[in-house]
């Protein structure tokens, strides 16, 4: 290995050392389940390394694995369901059924509850507390739809925060 | 709720997220793995060859293989529950399957040959100036990739050529498929390479929209490109659009899948070695000039068109622009949109594969044909329309069967705007 590859490695490392686990909390946000999350952050990181040397010159590695993160995302979404078909020739079996450690927290089950754009817009302002603009910018949308969409997804978790409030007091 | 109020919960929330415990090391590899072989596009022959029929609506069936990289455990995409698969948990309750109209014809269930996979391409039109062509591109692809001829089969083991028309595009192209061998190694792996007089490969366009692909304008070696990575693959295709108007793309996959099971280790290549073929004039398609390349749909068209025969009142929903141009989601009625320009990943020719769909059915329109097909629960539920127009695919997919009337999501891919 090369002067160039063990300075690329070193420097991915500590990256991936210091964001890893921020950014597998993002997916899991974004896509609602830990190990589509983990497929994520790979597929992102993959990426990452491979374009370190580019990325790491002109632009936020940050908002580049956010966006590559929002972008497999949101690929997956779309996924129509002719492409699709896990277990394919017994490979990538499903895993096994387990509880999800969150289903039990309200503002989990209200984020599940938002429309993908307005839980990305969310997910992307305050959890990693990005501006209007820089939003904008990761996401591709006007900064406009920035505010819209954060004004819906906030009315939206105020109803269903209340309104699970309100069952517990009635209970 | 306020705003403060939502992010200290969602760091309490967050907080309590446990994520896996990943080696360093295992990132490492998988990006070097990646890096190595990022050229070894899974789509091969089949996305290649999307390069031609792209612009006429029509696509080419994914060629569905296992990542490696994935972590043992891990579930594939469709078979996520909560949001992740369309918007909301998989359905429940009973299957749908809505009685036929009289004007429909009803596709015949089948499940699906092949474990999904695209057959192999047919045989070469056995002509002499086909042959001539497809022994143009086996020269360049072996004199810039393997000079010493230590990797590359002087024997030509799979090649198509095929060429389709429409009414105001003509599109033709020549794919030639090479097998990669690695000394002492067993296995064999894939060299694709084409040339088109097709469609663009801007970000909007050829490939980029398939499902699961993400696209980036890049460089190779100083050479203009159009990335498009698979990441259900993890495979790369690279696309160039030369000053003459043709398209050359190249992918480079591990595994000869159509030929062997055994992948090579890698296929170890430079930038610059890629560059060079897509660049070479010797990739050439004579008597055939280069198509035009139609505008891609901006979300924003697709959102208005929907708001328009919908009612504007009850579209909600998002639209994409730069690299995801040709996408619009939203609501409707409570039940969920997603509608694109159906570049490269629709079709109405494939088989009703009953392990997904409950009924598929065909109604010919003034626009031209509409497939439906009402997914299984396990797919997600609902139902797609896709609409094989005169200019483009256009293709819907409906989270709830109660949320849209079928009739009502015709009407919106049939639209004619989105044809203009």
Redesign the interface.
């Known amino acids: 290995m090369g002067r160039r590859d063990e300075r690329r490695d070193a420097d991915f490392s500590e990256y991936v050392a210091s964001r890893r686990a921020r950014l597998h909390r993002t997916a899991w946000l974004l896509c609602g389940d830990r190990d589509q999350a983990e497929d994520i952050v790979q597929t992102a990181l993959s990426r990452v390394y491979a374009s370190w040397s580019r990325i790491s010159r002109v632009d936020s590695i940050d908002a580049y694995v956010r966006r590559v993160i929002v972008t497999t995302h949101l690929n997956e979404k779309r996924r129509p369901w002719r492409r699709e078909r896990a277990g394919l020739d017994g490979i990538d079996a499903a895993a096994e059924d387990r509880a999800d450690p969150m289903e039990s927290d309200v503002l989990w089950t209200a984020l599940r509850g938002l429309a993908p754009g307005q839980r990305q817009v969310v997910v992307l302002r305050h959890y990693w507390g990005l501006s209007v603009d820089e939003t904008a910018a990761d996401l591709g949308i006007s900064p406009g739809t920035v505010k819209s969409q954060t004004a819906a997804a906030l009315a939206h978790l105020r109803t269903a925060l209340a309104l699970t409030s309100s069952q517990g007091e009635h209970r | 709720?306020n705003?403060h109020d939502?992010?200290d919960?969602?760091?309490d929330?967050?907080d309590?997220?446990?994520?896996?415990a990943?080696a360093?090391d295992d990132?490492?590899g998988?990006?070097?793995?990646?890096?190595t072989v990022?050229r070894r596009a899974a789509i091969g022959g089949a996305a290649l060859a999307t390069v031609a029929v792209v612009g006429l609506g029509a696509a080419v069936?994914?060629t569905?293989?296992?990542?490696p990289?994935?972590?043992s455990?891990?579930?594939?995409?469709?078979?996520?529950?909560?949001?992740?698969?369309?918007?909301g948990p998989t359905p429940s309750g009973p299957e749908v399957t809505p009685p036929v109209a009289e004007d429909e014809t009803v596709i015949p269930l089948s499940t699906?040959e092949n474990?999904?996979r695209k057959p192999p391409p047919s045989a070469v039109d056995d002509t002499p100036a086909d042959r001539q062509l497809l022994r143009g591109l086996r020269v360049a692809v072996s004199g810039h990739l393997d000079p010493a001829g230590d990797h590359i089969s002087q024997a030509e083991v799979d090649s198509s050529a095929n060429g389709g028309s429409s009414t105001e595009f003509a599109v033709s192209s020549i794919t030639q498929s090479l097998g990669w061998t690695n000394p002492g190694e067993d296995g064999l792996g894939m060299v694709t390479v084409t040339v088109s007089n097709g469609f663009g490969v801007d970000c909007g366009g050829v490939g980029a929209q398939?499902?699961?692909?993400?696209c980036s304008e890049?460089d190779l070696a100083g050479t203009e490109v159009t990335e498009v990575?698979d990441?259900?693959t993890?495979t790369t295709t690279y696309y160039h659009r030369r000053a003459d108007g043709y398209v050359t793309g190249i992918a480079l996959q591990n595994l000869y899948g159509n030929e062997t099971s055994t992948p090579v280790s890698g296929i170890d290549v430079t930038d610059e070695q890629l560059a060079a073929v897509l660049t070479d004039p010797a990739l050439d398609l004579p008597g055939h000039p280069a198509a035009v390349t139609p505008d891609v749909l901006h979300g924003t068209v697709l959102r208005d068109v929907a708001r328009d025969v919908l009612g504007a009142d009850e579209v909600?929903?998002?639209?994409?622009?730069?690299?995801?141009a040709g996408?619009w989601?939203g609501?409707v009625f409570g039940s969920?949109l997603?509608l694109?320009d159906g570049r490269g990943?629709?079709?109405i020719d494939?088989p009703c594969?009953q392990a997904?769909?409950t009924l598929c059915v065909t109604r010919e329109t003034e626009a031209g044909t509409v497939r439906i097909?009402y997914?299984r629960n396990a797919?997600?539920g609902g139902y797609?329309v896709t609409l094989d127009g005169a200019h483009r695919a256009i293709?819907l997919?409906v989270t709830d069967v109660d949320g849209l009337p079928v009739d009502e999501a015709i009407r919106l891919v049939t639209d004619p705007r989105l044809q203009g």
């Open positions: 709720m705003e939502l992010e919960r969602l760091r929330l967050t309590r997220m446990d994520s896996p990943v360093i990132d490492l998988r990006g070097r793995r990646h890096r990022r069936a994914p569905l293989m296992s990542d990289d994935k972590p455990g891990a579930t594939g995409p469709s078979e996520q529950a909560g949001f992740a698969g369309g918007g699906v474990g999904g398939a499902p699961s692909t993400i890049t990575e990441t259900s993890q909600s929903g998002e639209s994409w622009s730069g690299d995801l996408y989601s609501t969920e997603s694109n990943n629709t079709t494939g594969d997904y769909a097909d997914r797919a997600g797609d293709w997919y």
